[in-house]
């Protein structure tokens, strides 16, 4: 299982997305001390929630977020 978190986080950073420590401005509506995100201007920060800044999901578990965003984003295994 180790494996394939590790490598299923490679291939989300790949594919550009942020994957780890929390942007605190980001979700701002949920808690949580990790993401995976798409990346965002910085001038649309604060955001609430993922409806502005694109795809964001926050939590305290990095890997059931990493296994969620390598779902939603369909990355080959």
Same mark, same amino acid.
Request: net charge positive; with cysteine.
């Given at each position: 299982? &180790?494996?394939?978190?590790?490598?299923?986080?490679?291939?989300?950073? /790949?594919? #550009?997305?942020?994957v780890?420590?929390? *942007? @605190?401005?980001?979700?701002? /509506?949920?808690r #949580?001390?990790?993401?995976?995100? &798409? $990346?965002?201007? @910085? &001038?649309? !920060? $604060?955001?609430?929630? /993922?409806?502005? #800044? +694109?795809?964001?999901?926050? +939590? *305290?578990? !990095?890997?059931? !977020?990493?296994? &969620?965003?390598?779902?939603?984003?369909?990355?080959?295994?």
């Amino acid at each position: 299982m &180790e494996y394939g978190y590790n490598r299923m986080k490679v291939q989300l950073r /790949a594919i #550009g997305l942020i994957v780890g420590r929390r *942007d @605190p401005r980001r979700n701002t /509506a949920f808690r #949580g001390r990790y993401m995976v995100a &798409e $990346p965002i201007d @910085p &001038e649309l !920060l $604060p955001t609430e929630s /993922a409806r502005v #800044g +694109g795809y964001c999901i926050v +939590g *305290d578990n !990095l890997a059931a !977020l990493v296994n &969620e965003a390598h779902g939603w984003f369909q990355v080959e295994s």
